[in-house]
């Protein structure tokens, strides 16, 4: 073993037998902690535990984990072990497209404390093209969930 994989086991077991017994793992268990050390080595190597090009890690595993956790099946010890170790929980798309919400959601606040009000002009759209249809799109998704569209 080399030494660069040799220290990625340390750490992975150092984190693991805080929540597993390291001596009474299942066959699954097993199977499951070789691709968190392949996860481990991705982060090492890309600085996060989302999904790069050819980074040893199964896109679909990693989409389990996250459908799993969502559905409150993926047991307790394996939720710490990978939220040490830095596993996004949301996968990347969804944490952009949050990221593209709070941003515009700020934009909108700083509109209103200019103008007193939220209603963005379509005149103004030049300058709000992102805000104008964001507003429109929050008052749509509204209208839908309150008229039981949704």
Known sequence: MKAKEKRIEEEVNSIVKKFMDL????YNDKKW???VKKLVKSKRKNGDCNVHDNDGVNRIWRGKQRRYYKRGKLPEARVKILTEIGFQWKDLKSYLSQLQWDEQF???????EKHGHCNVPRTNEKDNRKLVYWVGSQRQIHKKFFNGAE
């Open 106 to 112: 700020k934009s909108l606040c700083e509109f209103k």
């Open 23 to 26: 001596n009474n793992l299942s």
């Open 33 to 35: 902690l070789s691709q």
